[in-house]
């Protein structure tokens, strides 16, 4: 951390408070401001963008100031004023700079003093739980995000405020504010976390605005300012070289806000920094790694916690979109202008400036959702979140724009799910294989005060609610977080480049005991028929090998829609029972199970929107087909009733899954037309599991049948063969397919 | 029935088959021909038509023809085969018409001809059931309908056939489909039901393109000529006066395909009947009152038996639209040019084009869905469907556009259900309280060929499937359509003038024996908060009085949504049993019940999409809140699973329900702010139920009370009074409300 502190030597002076004519000095600054001022109208990203600041700020003139003695959790009343207190003097602040009419100056002006009567009196918020209490809100973290658009809508007005205002809003705001986040809870300040995060930005923004570079110099490099934490740290742990952050997508999304935010305000005022460069500008590709974690409609994928519906429109999204543009490499980013153009709007600074008129003169290129590994961990060696999307196809609202997400990460600390190897697909927008997300209704007041709810625990994050192998009905690493942190999985390999098949492999040796559990999974495409609805396939290889023998070994799947058919005798159990006592199965009401031996190949089909799907396994003996529905021992009713199944057999030493999953025909609600409904594959089965190959045959209701291989290790330029059926195949490389047509004995 | 044969004498020579020169005589006439091709390309929504229907018919010729043998039912591949070749035969008909390339022409003849070949030899479809079987299809009206769309292609091309070619597909197809229709199936062809307008429908056109006269009389006055049945029979008496069709929306815009299509042509042939001002222009009127019988999003209201998704969208309306705007008074019709405009696209026809015209020239105004009366009834006093929408709020997207459907109609024949006196209601193209709709996967091959399936009787048509009173687990006429179909309901009165107090009363003495069932519900708004979102509320007042004596009365309700909160201590069920045996009751597995007394006014809140509902209901000693989910004894897993809920009181001699439904708040998930999540209403009681009145007090959060009162009879200029508190009210008419501020004793 010796560079970092060096840069810093500079600012060593004490601070006096925000000095006049030095300010706006965060997102907007005087040199930007004249230009912004002339041109925002004409672009038109950017003019409704202001618009819409301009008429939140007239909505708050409108509407009485309140600033109530803190009281009720998230959601309640007095966190709602406190909280739309923020977003409404950061409107007024954006006003002021944009349009100079003093009303919007004033508005900030008495809140803030509102507020600096208040706050210095406040003792910790009355419904803290087990999060460090704030005195405004509930938790800290919401005290910095509160602090975070404050400080900006300050530094937008204070060169208009009176140098008494100035102090008092300091002295009774600003100022108890940071000493609270920084001394009284310099633990949370100092951690590796999101929480610190904010924190660090909220503290490094006052500290700029009021001139108190030591505040800067505690942000950058921890209360001790001796590098071990703070946000440059922050930067160096939190992301993995590809841009991936361990808690998933929607803390992506939601950490990106003061990482983007207090980075641009360092760049405009500490260029030398290059805090857009560091660590080969890990910032930058956080946000594009985000931008692909989204599906076709731009709903972030739901690993690890997170509420669903959170999409790249999100705030944060926007606002890092247009900074990511601006500090990127100076050539534009068409991905990136295309997003604005699909948003409709652009953040409201210089750099959303900059992008709407990128976008004003740009191309109509679409934001092309690709195929990638994007690996996790600090060193890039925790794994990988692997997106398999089919090539270019995805360009367009293609109906096989099958999404599969295979999540193969880090345990992502307190909000990571216990989901070693899993998966989820999407497609066109919808959910087709899906996880449940949190059990959360967010700033809900009623649901535990929009805090996580206990079923949070006890099912969103156990294993049974994820696309993953259970042995014994026991999550993985028993549930354990910090057993979780300490482990990794392994990606083995990955293969992108050819849009009918793709391909990735990964291992995990710690996720249960004593067990290696190992998943392939692949995306293929064949020619549809022509004037036929197109087709897209995953093949999922679930493998796992122990020292230990064990009961039982299930595969729960949660699939999205109706239930259409199923090609096994089953039975629909007349009274509900749970599945289980603990770790998420005491929450699966058991609605029916297979009765008799499975066929070779058992299938389901089900209906989501206006497609079928069915997921087709290759069974083995005692192998068990239930029917699942999520909502038992739920005694608030705070879980949705999801249908799903479970796939279980009696595990011994080794398991092994072989499954098809198959997206086919088409619904038409307004016609009522129906095509395909009837999957096109008939048979999954294994030719082949040893410790250098897996391959299994793939069989269409046609009888034609196709062979897929794939190697137990990296290893692109070694040379396989097997034999089948009296056919020899022999190919280089990790990853085979090819149809099989075996020889026919001579007559 | 003597007007209508009289109008009909002059066609009694026998026919020829179809003479060249004579055509197009259906939708397209010679005379309008040549300048719908000179404009088409001129206006924007007719262009997109024709052009969608030219690269329909461009598929279609890249496309081999099949005529396969008839096997499958709904949904199979034959089915959907023989159903392909109308709508492609119908596109490549269109296109000769508008293009006259002989390739789309010779399309329509190589697939006549297969048919030609191989339609006399059909026996019946093997895969018949309970329905009248149809040759192609396994029910006649599949036939039916193909005949509709195949004799408008062919009325489209047969001037360019040969006089041989012409022979040999009339003799092979179109003469033996209408022997087939009209005299194997003369018991069909002359029943009063929508399967008869689709077969009248159809031999009158192949009557008007084949020259045969004595087809057309047999579809307009039945196949005996007597008028006792065919088209004009139908249309005096399948609707009401106001153009409701019985069997609900769905079924409406079904028939609504035959009756206008045949009704434009015989209108472009015969103008003398003047089809369209038959009954005060009936078939105009079913056309906008189908229209006001959706949300806002344009999805047709889920009332007796209908498959959601079903919109304003769907091709019948479409065409519907054009052809009641050119029929209609002449003036053109900016609601119906509004609703063009919101689709995007027209009927390709002269109506079609003139109706583009309009939107092409007019002005911007939305389509306005209204509050109103639509009785039912050949004669309008078979009760009514009453729609309350709070005036021309609902024209905006107004977050407080709360739609109330009253259901208190006739039963609706086979398609009908049990739920006298039901309602539901939507928000913003949103269910809040919703209807199950039918239960059927239309055309979906595995589940029971795409037909009905058997939980449609024993569950969707249930009664404790609607929002309707069940005494003791039976329902209305114990599920027996026809005493239902010979008893009517009654519409007292209904008050629709003023935005902010809307009401209607019905009555039932007939689905529950011995008991007389009263509900009377009302939609109100207060003047909301300043900065406030707004809010809307519906009371419910549902009453019966009986000689009986029943053991259980219950009100069930389906929230659409998740469940966020109760007022009052309740127990999930650790095990979930059906609820009952029969009447549906076995299909609601109960999922948690109120334990102990409920408070005074027991209280729910839902969360569905962005908004929050709120159930208030008075409670009486002994009453019991049961949480229901659909779902029980199914064994093939036919429903979905949706969350209800049930108020059970031991009923005794009678039995009052008063409720309050409110809408609240907002939930933004990008901002992830949440505001009044909580209601505003915390009591709702009785004050007086005698003969003549019903009155209600409802009380706020606040604690400010508010009466409504209703008359017993409709006598709007009669004089009411009562006292409550020590205050005296006094008004004039059916309904009243207004703020209580009882005399408080003096001290």
Redesign the interface.
């Known amino acids: 951390m010796k560079r970092g502190t060096a840069l810093l030597l500079g600012w060593v002076c004490c601070g006096l408070g925000a000095r006049a004519g030095t300010h706006p000095c965060l997102v907007f600054r005087e040199q930007t401001l004249a230009s912004f001022r002339q041109e925002w109208r004409d672009y038109p990203l950017m003019e409704r963008s202001v618009n819409r600041q301009i008429a939140l700020a007239d ?1 708050a003139l ?2 009485p100031v309140e600033v109530p003695v803190p009281v009720d959790p998230a ?1 309640g009343y007095t966190h ?1 004023c406190h ?2 207190n923020a ?1 409404r003097m950061l409107a007024c602040g954006q006003s002021y700079l944009l349009t100079s009419k003093p009303a919007y100056r004033e508005y900030v002006r008495t809140v803030l003093l509102r507020y600096a009567d208040s706050y210095p009196d406040l003792g910790p918020h009355p419904a803290r739980a087990n999060q460090a209490p704030g005195r405004l809100f509930w938790q800290l973290l919401n005290e910095t995000v509160w602090l975070v658009q404050t400080i900006q809508a300050y530094d937008a007005v204070c060169d208009g405020l009176t140098a008494e205002d100035r102090d008092r809003i300091e002295a009774g705001v600003f100022r108890p504010m940071v000493v609270f986040i920084l001394e009284e809870n310099a633990a949370v300040f100092d951690l590796i976390h999101n929480h610190a995060t904010w924190a660090a930005a909220a503290v490094g923004m006052c500290g700029m605005v009021m001139d108190e570079p030591e505040w800067v110099e505690q942000s950058l490099m921890g209360s001790a300012k001796d590098g071990q934490s703070g946000f440059l740290r922050q930067m160096d742990l939190l992301f993995s070289p590809d841009g991936y952050y361990a808690e998933g997508p929607y803390y992506q999304r939601y950490v990106l806000e003061p990482f983007m935010t207090f980075a641009l305000a360092l760049d405009n005022q500490r260029p030398e920094i290059g805090i857009f460069r560091r660590r080969d500008g890990v910032l930058l590709r956080a946000v594009e790694t985000l931008l692909q974690l989204s599906d076709a409609d731009g709903e972030l994928f739901a690993l690890n916690d997170c ?1 669903k ?3 790249l ?3 944060e999204v926007v606002a890092a979109i247009a900074i990511a543009h601006a500090r990127g490499d100076g050539q534009g980013n068409p991905a990136l202008q295309a997003l604005a153009r699909s948003h409709g709007e652009v953040h409201v600074s210089p750099e959303g400036l900059q992008l709407a008129k990128a976008v004003a003169a740009g191309g109509q290129d679409a934001f092309v959702r690709k195929s990638m590994v994007i690996r996790d961990g600090v060193d890039g060696a925790g794994g990988a979140v692997v997106l398999l999307r089919g090539g270019d196809r995805a360009r367009q609202a293609d109906p096989a724009g099958l999404e599969l997400v295979f999540k193969a990460t880090t345990q992502g600390m307190g909000h990571g799910h216990f989901d070693r190897l899993s998966f989820i697909v999407h497609e066109g927008g919808r959910e087709v294989l899906r996880d449940y997300g949190s059990a959360r ?7 535990n005060g ?1 805090r996580y709810l206990p079923e949070n625990k006890t099912w969103a994050k156990q294993s049974v609610a994820h696309h993953v192998l259970v042995l014994d009905e026991r999550s993985h690493f028993d549930g354990d977080t910090d057993r979780g942190d300490a482990h990794v999985p392994h990606l083995l390999y990955a293969g992108l480049d050819a849009a009918d098949f793709q391909y990735a492999s990964a291992e995990d040796s710690h996720a249960v005991e004593g067990w290696c559990m190992r998943r392939t999974l692949a995306r293929f495409e064949w020619e549809p028929i ?2 036929a609805v197109s087709r897209a396939y995953v093949l999922d290889l679930l493998e796992a090998t122990g020292g230990v023998k064990t009961q039982t070994a299930d595969l729960p799947l949660y699939p999205a829609g ?4 199923a090609n096994f005798e089953y ?2 159990a ?5 599945l289980g006592r603990s770790a998420g199965y005491e929450h699966l ?1 058991v ?2 199970r297979s009765v008799n031996e499975l066929p070779q190949t058992a299938s389901m ?1 089900w ?1 989501q929107g206006h497609r079928f799907y069915s997921w087709m396994t290759c069974t083995s003996p005692g192998m068990q087909w239930m ?1 699942t ?1 999520s ?1 038992a ?5 705070n879980l ?2 999801e ?1 799903g199944v479970l796939l279980r057999v009696p595990a011994g030493e080794s398991v092994a899954f072989a499954s098809v999953l198959e997206a086919h025909g088409n ?1 038409d ?7 395909d ?2 999957p096109s594959i008939s048979g999954v089965e294994w030719v082949l599991r040893d410790e250098t190959l897996a391959v299994v045959c793939v069989t269409t209701v046609e009888g034609a049948r196709h062979l897929f291989a794939f190697s137990r290790e990296d290893a692109p330029e070694k040379a396989h063969d097997f034999h089948w059926e009296g056919v020899c195949y022999q190919w280089v490389g990790n990853a085979f397919h090819q149809p099989h047509q075996p020889t026919l004995p001579s007559q």
């Open positions: 909505a409108a509407t959601g709602s909280r739309s977003v509420i519906g959170k999409s429109r999100s705030p209704f967010i700033n809900v007041l009623q649901k929009g022509p004037g109706e239930f259409i058919h039975e629909a007349p009274v509900l029972q749970p009401w609605t029916g089909t209906q029917f529905l909502g021992g739920d005694p608030q009713f949705r009733r249908a619904y609600s307004q016609s009522e037309s129906v095509v409904s009837v």
